[in-house]
């Protein structure tokens, strides 16, 4: 969902903001709204008959109402209980503003009004689009006459008529479908009230193909099956754990109309029950969700069937968020980030795996829009807010599911902020008992931030001299540093690698603060961990070693001198001239990174930061220093050919 904010027509937010009470008085609500909707693609038009059933809900009698409706959208006649009445269009207010006199509406009572109205086109403009081959108008442009009133919400019921060769789609459920020779006639019926998401329509020649409830959209043939199943699955996981699904079906267009990325984040768009999808997404379902799986890369590369289950996921998380489960405006990137990771839930459910990949590639997008001076932007706070809530859930997703289901009982319909997410977080974790399912609540709080935060371990020896002993010893102990730069309490889990056991320790930090452990010396390495890893600028000092890391050394090393021209042992390390892998989007080979780095300041360098092995093959993650100073954060994938040979297959650097 883009923000409501912005896409609110200018027409609609002039008459919020400056129509006095005035008008607001002499509103009436809609019980249901029935009516049949005519598309005439020669036009091309619009029209039809659409009769309101409406309430006096003011306290007094009413003896004029007022409908709102787009400037270009006409109206002809109204009935008022079925005869025509009287009407003034404009009245100082613009051209949308229709005033019907009526005789006498007691406070409280019922009356049909009956209005005919058409719309030419061909018209081109953002999100009100008519021409002969499609159709697309937004509910916020108000392309049906309303009543005025500040959220309209109603129900309705429309038989929509097209050539045969064109389909209707409205953010509701078929009721039912006619076919004649030569027009088609779809009935809809909206399951929810809420007319700015439901009121969509669409029309076009597309291509439909359903499996039950799924129905799916488009102009070119496409295989459905990956979506059907991931959709269903989707759904079954949210109605099992966040409550029932509020819609009976779904209607996926696979087609943006208008624009590129209709989501601020994301390549979909939801409104109601119908999501709109990148045609690029479906395009690419040959490659196989065990394909990116088995891929060592440590995250989703674009336009493949993963991340296809992660728009759609997203995008059906909306039909709670925010129609249900509402956020303050001022949270929408939060609310966007809650959906987001509800999404990414369902896919943990179903391929945990993928779902670490999405984690870990958030993590290297954060790094590198920090580097790149982006920090402050929309997207960073968006995937600052994802990965907020793996840290604060990550023991257990579904956790987040039942969280959203209680937040959900507690403020349905209510605006929630930070404050309501903290406390019932805080309430769920006092009624869960066994501590692996409890909420790391501070990891909420960490929702909106706009760093990065680090937890470091180092290490130095300590002399002991011992005067006690007949002859004075001197003893070396080794003494650990740890220093907590988060600004919330962390539990680092210590644990302590011997030659063939190993321990463990969880020592408490407070906020911005430190501590120094005393341990053996027979400790061969030391590992931290604290559940913020992918909120954690560094990985690389979440863990001492004693002994060196032989691979990891050798190769950051060889790759440092290659960079600089200097001679490395190129029987344990080798660097593949060319990129021979055209899997990896954006994998680049080594000479060619040398050429244009150098280019840009002749002292290059890398600093090595995680080294993720999956079998054979594996990545190491690295900053790419410039002149010393954090340029990029870069990935580096390496085969390891023998136990004692490794070689450098490419590098991915997302900022060159
Ligand atoms: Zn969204």
Aim: hydrophobic content about 40%; glycine content about 4%.
């Amino acid at each position: 969902m883009k923000n409501l904010k912005h896409l609110f027509p200018i027409l609609y937010f002039f008459l919020i903001l400056s129509c006095d009470e005035f008008i607001l008085k002499k509103t009436v609500v809609v019980k249901l709204l029935k009516g049949d909707i005519i598309f005439e693609p020669n036009t091309p038009s619009l029209f039809g008959t659409l009769n309101y059933t409406i309430k006096n809900r003011q306290k007094k009698s009413l003896q004029e109402i007022f409908f709102i409706s787009h400037p270009q959208v006409q109206i002809d006649t109204i009935k008022y209980n079925g005869d025509k009445t009287r009407f003034d269009q404009g009245i100082g207010y613009g051209m949308g503003i229709y005033r019907i006199r009526i005789p006498v509406l007691p406070s409280e009572s019922d009356a049909q009004i009956e209005i005919t109205f058409h719309l030419n086109g061909p018209i081109r403009e953002e999100r009100f689009l008519l021409t002969s081959e499609q159709v697309f108008m937004d509910a916020k442009k108000i392309w049906l006459p309303v009543p005025f009133a500040e959220t309209p919400s109603f129900l309705y019921l429309l038989k929509v008529s097209t050539p045969t060769n064109y389909i209707s789609i409205l953010g509701a459920r078929i009721k039912e479908e006619t076919i004649k020779p030569d027009r088609r006639e779809i009935v809809w019926q909206s399951e929810i009230e809420d007319v700015l998401h439901t009121g969509n329509i669409f029309i076009g020649q597309f291509e439909r193909v359903n499996h039950n409830d799924i129905f799916l959209y488009s102009y070119n043939p496409i295989q459905p099956n990956p979506i059907f199943s991931f959709c269903r699955k989707t759904i079954n996981l949210f109605s099992n754990r966040i409550g029932k699904y509020p819609y009976s079906q779904i209607h996926i267009i696979n087609e943006l109309f208008q624009y590129k990325d209709i989501e601020e984040f994301i390549d979909g768009e939801a409104m109601a029950n119908i999501i709109q999808l990148s045609p690029e997404l479906s395009d690419t379902n040959s490659i196989s969700i065990d394909k990116i799986t088995n891929s060592p890369i440590p995250f989703v590369p674009r336009n493949n069937v993963a991340k296809l289950y992660e728009v759609l996921a997203h995008e059906l998380t909306h039909a709670y968020l925010p129609t249900i489960l509402k956020f303050n405006e001022d949270n929408y990137i939060e609310q966007e980030a809650f959906a987001e990771y509800a999404g990414l839930c369902s896919i943990w459910n179903y391929y945990p795996e993928i779902y670490k990949k999405f984690i870990d590639g958030n993590r290297i997008e954060l790094i590198n829009l920090k580097l790149s001076g982006q920090s402050d932007q929309r997207l960073f706070r968006y995937l600052y807010g994802v990965n907020s809530l793996h840290c604060a859930f990550k023991e257990n997703p579904a956790l987040f599911l039942d969280y959203i289901n209680i937040l959900i009982q507690k403020y349905r319909y209510i605006e929630v902020g930070p404050e309501e997410l903290i406390q019932t977080a805080n309430d769920v974790n006092s009624i869960t008992s066994p501590s692996n399912t409890i909420i790391f609540t501070n990891a909420i709080a960490l929702l909106g931030s706009e760093q990065l935060y680090n937890v470091e371990l180092s290490f130095s020896n300590l002399y002991v001299t011992n005067f006690f002993e007949k002859y004075k010893t001197v003893e070396i102990h080794r003494q650990l540093f740890i220093q907590n730069g988060f600004p919330i309490p962390v539990d680092v889990i210590l644990t302590y690698i011997y030659m063939d056991y190993s321990l463990t320790n969880i020592v408490h930090l407070d906020s911005f603060s430190n501590t120094n452990l005393i341990c053996d010396n027979k400790v061969l390495s030391i590992i931290a961990k604290t559940g913020l890893e992918a909120l954690e600028e560094k990985l690389s000092d979440n863990q001492v070693s004693f002994i060196s890391n032989y691979g990891e050394d050798i190769a950051i090393s060889s790759i440092n001198n290659f960079y600089n021209n200097q001679k490395f042992n190129t029987r344990w390390v080798k660097i593949e001239k060319s990129n021979t892998s055209n899997e990896d989007e954006g994998l680049e080979s080594l000479y060619i990174d040398r050429e244009r780095s150098t280019f840009v300041s002749p002292s290059i360098s890398f600093q090595f930061d995680r080294i993720v092995p999956n079998k054979k093959e594996g990545y190491i993650q690295a900053y790419k220093m410039i002149d010393n100073k954090p340029y990029s954060y870069v990935i580096f994938k390496f085969k390891k050919e023998n136990i004692n040979r490794i070689d450098i297959l490419g590098i991915i650097d997302p900022l060159f």
